[in-house]
């Protein structure tokens, strides 16, 4: 039922108080216009809202999963890399233990493939006789042979007796052998004088 003025005067208030009504009512009717508009409003702008809010859960969530990924790869990367070294250290001491030569050490585990390798709980090679066997049979080239030998017995010097020349011996010379073996020729001369 609407306010209107025909119904004001049968009701018998004044002119300007049927006015005054009016203009109150009508202020009212246009706030209740407004409220009605804005509450349609909010209905879509709450729409928005929630699917704003769901677009950014999405995005965090995949943020998230893109960071637990990356995290989760260098985790394991790490792990493996701790893995590796604890691999390398272990046949470093399977090598060193076999007897190979300690500047080819680390040239023989560049060329290793160590992911077959396998260690026990306290950090050894898992089998190290067979591990020993196949490094002294694939690097044996590398492994230096040790013969052990005994002292060796010294020979006394030959005692060498000194020649005792002739005048024979001397007159069939040369003058070259004369002068080589001039001492000698004068202690044999002096010798029997």
């Given amino acids: ?5 025909k119904m004001l005067k049968e009701m018998g208030i004044q002119e300007d108080n049927i006015e ?3 203009m109150a009512h009508s202020e009212t009717v246009d706030a209740l216009k407004k409220f009605k508009t804005d509450s349609e409003r909010l209905a879509s702008v ?8 769901s677009e950014l859960s999405e995005d965090y969530k995949s943020k998230y999963e ?4 990356s995290f989760d790869s260098y985790r394991l990367g790490v792990e493996a890399d701790a893995a590796r ?19 080819c050490v680390d040239s023989i585990l560049k060329v290793t493939d160590l992911d077959g390798v396998e260690l026990d ?19 044996a080239a590398f492994i230096p042979k040790v013969t052990t030998t005994g002292a060796e017995t010294a020979t006394p010097p030959v005692k ?11 007159r069939k010379m040369s ?7 001039y001492a000698a020729i004068i202690r044999s001369i002096g010798a029997r004088e």
Avoid: H, P
């Avoid at 893109?66 to 990924?69: C, G, M, T």
């Fill in 121 to 139: 709980q306290s950090g050894e090679v898992l089998n190290a006789d067979a591990a020993k066997d196949s490094i002294q049979r694939n690097w």
């Fill in 175 to 181: 003058l070259r052998e004369i002068n080589d073996n």
């Fill in 20 to 22: 005054k009504i009016i």
């Fill in 66 to 69: 893109e960071l637990k990924n």
């Fill in 1 to 5: 039922m609407a306010l209107t003025r």
């Fill in 160 to 170: 060498t007796t000194e020649r005792i020349f002739t005048r024979d011996d001397i």
């Fill in 85 to 103: 070294r604890k691999k390398e250290q272990a046949y470093k001491k399977l090598l060193t233990a076999c007897g190979v030569i300690d500047d």
């Fill in 46 to 53: 709450e729409e928005e809202l929630s699917a704003a809010k």
